[in-house]
């Protein structure tokens, strides 16, 4: 059986800058988790969005959740897959990803591209 990767929680959500990003893309589903202007990551007790949100603070989505909102409002699906036993890649109809060392900078990879995509329509 493959051993699965223990991961933190914090891995789990979209970094500051991509947050910010997608804030900036119109992102404002609920989330359980936000930056705050310094930047610190914090777990919340609810699910809040842009509108129960201070001003000063970013939403911090799942990865999960950005990539549900991208396929949903822009119909984009990224489909990240095994290059090889140790290696990760992704692709979108025409574009394909570099090879990346893990999952997690795979996933990464996507969500700019995903962002760049919107930005350029």
Same mark, same amino acid.
């Given at each position: 059986? @493959?051993?699965? !990767?223990?991961?933190?929680?914090?891995?789990?959500?979209?970094? +500051?800058?991509?947050?910010?990003?997608?804030?900036?893309?119109?992102?404002? @589903?609920? &989330?359980?988790?936000?930056?705050?202007?310094?930047?610190? #990551?914090?777990?919340?007790?609810?699910?809040? /969005?842009?509108?129960? #949100?201070?001003?000063?603070?970013?939403?911090?989505?799942? +990865?999960?959740?950005?990539? =549900?909102?991208? =396929?949903? !409002?822009? /119909?984009?699906?990224? =489909?990240? %897959? !095994? +290059? /090889?036993?140790?290696?990760?890649?992704?692709?979108?109809?025409?574009?394909?990803?570099?090879? +990346?060392?893990?999952? %997690?900078?795979?996933?990464?990879? &996507?969500?700019?591209?995903?962002? @760049?995509?919107?930005? /350029? !329509?």
């Amino acid at each position: 059986m @493959e051993k699965v !990767k223990k991961q933190e929680v914090g891995s789990l959500f979209v970094s +500051y800058e991509e947050a910010l990003e997608l804030k900036e893309l119109g992102f404002n @589903e609920p &989330c359980i988790a936000t930056y705050d202007e310094d930047k610190e #990551f914090e777990i919340q007790d609810f699910e809040q /969005n842009y509108d129960t #949100f201070p001003s000063h603070i970013i939403a911090a989505p799942l +990865y999960q959740q950005a990539f =549900r909102w991208f =396929r949903e !409002k822009y /119909n984009i699906h990224i =489909r990240i %897959e !095994k +290059y /090889n036993e140790t290696k990760w890649w992704a692709n979108w109809g025409s574009w394909t990803s570099e090879i +990346y060392d893990s999952y %997690e900078e795979t996933e990464l990879a &996507c969500l700019k591209k995903l962002i @760049e995509i919107v930005k /350029n !329509k």
